[in-house]
């Protein structure tokens, strides 16, 4: 089982992965909180689940599928779906690019 | 009618309207001038919608009196709701507690507002509550912290912090809540009121602020177990908007409540819930609990639930990574503000989650919590097929001071023992009031049934609450 140890450039690293820009005393507070949360997690090694399947969800129930039709009272018009964001041109909700353009 | 020891519940503000003792203009008017009054210092309201209350309350006034049978209909007609802020409001600012959501106005509301706005109840505001139902305190709204309204020195339980003081402070007859590791049960059980918890797929989860996915459940705060039974009746069942609710029948709870227990009525006691439990004030309340249920001709057995050690662990890497998901989405470009919204407790669960995730740790975390899920799991299993229900403390201590644990992230989790291990197995729980400590601070206790068990679980409740209480 591998685990590394909760170190300043883990957390810098998972912060980018999550797309939050910590400070760095942000980084210097949340290290040792982290570390240990993860110190108290890491007692599950000690429980055997060779043999156990996972749980992944608790309803009971198996592939829900409805019919492919649309519900004309559950679609927002245009006007509607824009207008909570902040910035919109052309009818369209505005993206940053994320791929470059040379 | 604000009298903490006479709280107006549902059924007797039915019961007046019927007798027309009282319009639904005057109830409306009441709630919202004791709003006015104590919210400054309770912190329970981040949103009042007075006017367009006033307005449904002058309507509904008209419909009574041209059809008194109005309440066949719609069962909660006239009622005052509020809705924990997670849950979308068409129309009305809902902020999950984050300033990330600060100013969003839904276009949509949520399957349960509907449903409860189908049965005639008029939301008179959105309720405060830790940001993005992460917190056990209440001291994680990014709006400031909720008061205790028995004492306002210490925290109301969180994360439906604004629901229980709200509706212990009689500023609300009931209030919606959810419930995904004891934010419901923990918070009514600070505050001395009823908390239930359905079981996971009972309730609706469309239109309510995701926390994690696979333990959201969707309840109420109420004061007493017969409201919380007819709550229940109106919010429950399948939802073709969320995949996860069962097809099952909904029975009529309410008319079941005062069923005699079955013979043989078993209530099972962990004995590792009794490890390291040291309050005395707990211990009385427990105490107390099992002393209602030998009057009750109930038969209390000593049951094992081996993995109960491992619920907090489990939980805090299935939650988290379930947060990290479902946090991802904010990103301000369709609504809301940016990521640099987003508190510490939030950051935290993100980025916990985000590791537990990621590649190279997935199988030592999140696939190892998930057969520990199994675990706990088929240990309720067993116990259930020796006793019809489990009783337990709700938290291993009465309400803190406010301040007392939020330098102490792990602390603060660890009071989560006795509730999340029923998110875990998707379990229905409610937790009840037993009585005061010397610092005026309610206690209390839980009981837990079999999944998709509610009736069993209510009718237990609604006897224990009578002995207890006399109710």
């Known amino acids: ?32 909180q982290l570390a240990e949360i993860f110190g108290y997690i890491n007692q599950l090694d000690e429980v055997d689940t060779a043999k156990t399947h996972p749980t992944a969800q608790v309803s009971n129930l198996n592939n829900v599928t409805r019919e492919d039709t649309i519900d004309e009272n559950q679609v927002l018009d245009q006007k509607e779906a824009l207008g909570q964001s902040a910035k919109t041109e052309k009818n369209m909700f505005v993206a940053k690019a994320v791929i470059a353009n040379d | 009618m604000t009298k903490m020891d006479q709280p107006k519940t549902i059924h007797h ?22 709003i006015a009054k104590q919210n400054g210092e309770l912190n329970a309201f981040l949103t009042i919608a007075a006017e367009e209350a006033k307005a449904q309350a002058k309507a509904a006034d008209a419909t009574i009196a041209k059809d008194p049978a109005i309440f066949t209909q719609k069962p909660l007609f006239g009622i005052p709701v509020g809705h924990k802020d997670l849950f979308l409001t068409r129309g009305l600012k809902t902020t999950a507690g984050s300033k990330v959501l600060a100013n969003y106005i839904p276009q949509y509301s949520g399957t349960v507002v509907k449903k409860l706005e189908n049965a005639g109840a008029i939301t008179l505001g959105k309720l405060n509550c830790d940001a993005w139902a992460h917190g056990a305190s ?146 009385a309340s427990l105490a107390v609990a099992k002393e209602a249920l030998a009057e009750l001709g109930v038969e209390l057995v000593e049951i094992s639930l081996p993995h109960t050690k491992y619920g907090i662990a489990a939980y805090y890497i299935v939650q988290p990574a379930e947060v990290s998901s479902n946090l991802a989405r904010y990103d301000s470009i369709r609504y809301g503000n940016t990521r640099a919204g987003f508190g510490d407790e939030a950051k935290r669960r993100i980025m916990i989650g985000t590791y537990t995730l990621s590649a190279g740790y997935y199988d030592a975390y ?43 992230p792990l602390s603060m989790y660890l009071a989560d023992i006795y509730t999340v291990t029923a998110n875990l197995a998707g379990l229905p729980g409610i937790a009840l009031p037993t009585g005061k400590n010397k610092n005026n601070l309610p206690l209390g206790i839980q009981f837990l049934t079999a999944q998709y068990t509610e009736e069993k679980l209510l009718n237990l409740a609604y006897h224990f609450e009578k002995t207890l209480h006399g109710k």
């Open chain 1, 1 to 32: 089982m591998v685990k590394t140890k909760i170190t300043k450039e883990a957390v810098a690293k998972v912060a980018k992965l999550a797309n939050l820009s910590l400070t760095d005393s942000e980084i210097e507070k949340f290290t040792p």
């Open chain 2, 13 to 34: 503000l039915l019961a007046d309207l019927k007798a027309k003792k009282i319009s639904v203009t005057e109830i409306v008017a009441d709630y919202l001038a004791e």
């Open chain 2, 138 to 283: 209440g001291e994680n709204s990014d709006f400031g912290p909720t008061k205790n309204p028995h004492n306002l020195d210490y925290v109301p339980g969180g994360s439906s912090s604004g629901s229980a003081a709200a509706v212990a402070a009689d500023l609300l007859p009931f209030a919606t809540g959810t419930d995904t590791g004891g934010s419901i049960r923990e918070p009514a059980n600070f505050c001395g009121v009823v908390g239930l918890k359905p079981s996971y797929g009972r309730v609706s989860r469309y239109g309510i602020v995701a926390m994690a996915s696979s333990l959201d459940s969707i309840g109420h705060l109420t004061h007493d177990v017969h409201d919380a039974a007819a709550v229940l009746e109106i919010t429950a069942g399948k939802d073709p908007f969320d995949a996860t609710t069962v097809a099952l029948p909904v029975p009529r709870y309410t008319k079941l409540l005062d069923q005699p227990l079955g013979k043989n009525f078993k209530v099972g006691i962990a004995k590792e819930y009794l490890e390291g439990l040291t309050d005395p004030d707990v211990l």
């Open chain 2, 366 to 408: 999140y696939l190892k919590a998930m057969k520990v899920r199994t675990l706990i799991r088929r240990d309720f299993d067993q116990a259930f097929g020796q006793v019809d229900a489990i009783l337990s403390p709700t938290s291993p201590t009465p309400a803190f001071k406010l301040g007392q644990n939020t330098n102490d």
